[in-house]
């Protein structure tokens, strides 16, 4: 394992970025979208991803420069048009209208097409917390969960996020896929040659497997069996079928070096601005109550303190903003290789740094 300061990891990744035509504003982005995923401990969604978002930038399946068209219908509804840009951009780009828009009606709903891999959901219900909104955030994803009862995959591990602001606390953010596992751990174990723990996927004869490899080519068990399916198909409903994106097995995936199409990933974003509903200071003082009770409830053996969601992810992120980052071995070394490519030098490991 290697240890890296943060500024100088974000540096590299978006000169990488724009060396394969990304602006410098949305590269800027996609980098810290990526090394906020790494802060939060969230490692399979960060810059282990940088390598084949420049794969497919190089080889013309994502679009560097997109023309992201918005259309707004209504006072409440902005359907945006991503022009197969990095997801990333797309919805930051999106997310920043859609605020505009809840801000003036209390409400917004966003739905993207044509767009890609957008990262971590817990970054864009992040982007409206610290605009004293709240948000919830969906998008679909190339299939990895087989409908209950079925052994192929046919939905994606299809994200649910909800934000909601703390005040000057951090806020309470619930990212969670509807598989019993995100696929990016899945894909992070097989980089590292490591096995997967019991119960999170199927072989592609619909057994159960702890190999990486074949859980990749079999399908990821949903949340909770047939509560965790019910979630997928309505996330698919939401990010695919209402945003006109592509749906089910027909979202294609970054991953297959066979496959010349756009991904056409989904996206669907709901807005809410809290001053609509009640003084942002009623809220606040009601957040405190309520996350302050739950605190107070006895705890179980084995616990000393009662968490809320969002809590783990800064406290991690406190730490490895004093520590640096640390990459293993092979993610590590396939960044260099990406660096050498586009002529930009990986920084140098350090042994830590305060």
């Not at 802060?39 to 940088?50: I, Q």
């Amino acid at each position: 394992m290697n240890t890296f300061k943060v500024e100088e990891l974000k540096s590299f990744s978006t000169q990488v970025l724009m060396a394969l035509g990304v602006k410098s504003v949305d590269a800027q982005i996609v980098a810290d979208a990526l090394l906020k995923a790494n802060l939060e401990g969230v490692d399979s969604h960060g810059l282990s991803r940088l390598v084949v978002y420049s794969k497919r930038l190089k080889d013309k399946r994502i679009n560097p420069a997109p023309d992201i068209k918005f259309e707004k219908n209504g006072d409440s509804v902005l359907t945006v048009d991503g022009d197969n840009g990095l997801g990333h951009v797309v919805s930051s780009h999106a997310i920043e209208k859609g605020m505009e828009m809840a801000k003036e009606s209390g409400i917004s709903g966003v739905s993207i097409k044509n767009s890609n891999h957008f990262g971590t959901a817990s970054y864009y219900c992040q982007m409206a917390c610290d605009n004293k909104l709240a948000a919830i955030a969906f998008t679909n994803s190339p299939p990895g969960i087989a409908p209950w009862g079925g052994r192929s995959p046919f939905f994606g591990t299809n994200p649910i996020a909800f934000g909601f602001p703390n005040g000057s606390k951090p806020p309470v953010i619930i990212d969670l896929s509807t598989s019993v596992v995100a696929r990016g751990k899945i894909i992070l174990a097989e980089k590292q040659g490591q096995s997967i723990p019991d119960g999170w996927a199927l072989d592609e004869e619909g057994q159960a497997t702890n190999d990486p490899s074949e859980a990749l080519k079999g399908s990821v068990m949903p949340l909770g069996g047939p509560k965790g399916y019910a979630l997928s198909l309505a996330v698919e409903i939401l990010a695919g079928v209402l945003s006109g994106a592509a749906f089910g097995p027909n979202v294609n995936s970054i991953y297959q070096e066979e496959s010349e199409d756009p991904a056409n990933v989904g996206h669907f974003f709901i807005l809410l601005d809290i001053e609509k509903f009640m003084p942002y200071e009623t809220f606040q003082s009601s957040m405190d109550r309520l996350l302050h009770e739950m605190k107070e409830t006895p705890k179980a053996p084995g616990y000393e303190e009662i968490r809320y969601p969002g809590e783990r992810r800064t406290k991690e992120l406190e730490r490895r903003l004093q520590e640096g980052i640390t990459l293993s071995k092979s993610v590590r070394d396939e960044l260099m290789d990406l660096g050498n490519i586009v002529d930009i030098r990986f920084p140098q490991a350090i042994p830590s740094y305060q």
